[in-house]
């Protein structure tokens, strides 16, 4: 993915539409891992609207954001996420994905975070 698409995938992962959110999210975790890219995505406020869907969503949405994130901190980007006075929720989401949710693909990527 190029790195001027990436204010319109910031739109579709900011969406109404499940469907939009989830395709987004599937293509972001491709391109997250290229450092470049990470980093207008981080600029960009990418963070924000990341953490926000590990949040909120849930099934393959919500297992792909989490590999979006995996990816992101694999390049030592996007650490910010886990700054400020919202970083302790955050880390109490992905603990409780662990010790609640049934779906591999979810403890998968909430494992790796930790």
């Known amino acids: 993915m190029d790195q001027a698409d990436i204010p319109a995938l910031l739109s579709r992962l900011a969406s109404d539409e499940d469907a939009a959110r989830k395709m987004a999210v599937f293509k972001l975790q491709s391109s997250i891992n290229d450092p470049a890219f990470a980093d207008v995505f981080?600029?960009?406020?990418?963070?924000?609207?990341?953490?926000?869907?590990?949040?909120?969503?849930?099934?393959?949405?919500?297992?792909?954001?989490?590999?979006?994130?995996?990816?992101?901190?694999?390049?030592?980007?996007?650490?910010?996420i886990f700054e400020g006075p919202a970083a302790g929720d955050l880390v109490e989401r992905v603990v409780e994905l662990i010790v609640t949710n049934p779906l591999v693909n979810i403890l998968r990527g909430a494992m790796s975070i930790l």
Request: proline share 0%.
């Open 42 to 80: 981080i600029s960009s406020g990418g963070l924000v609207i990341l953490r926000r869907l590990i949040m909120s969503t849930g099934g393959n949405t919500l297992a792909y954001s989490l590999q979006s994130l995996t990816r992101l901190l694999e390049v030592d980007m996007g650490w910010d």
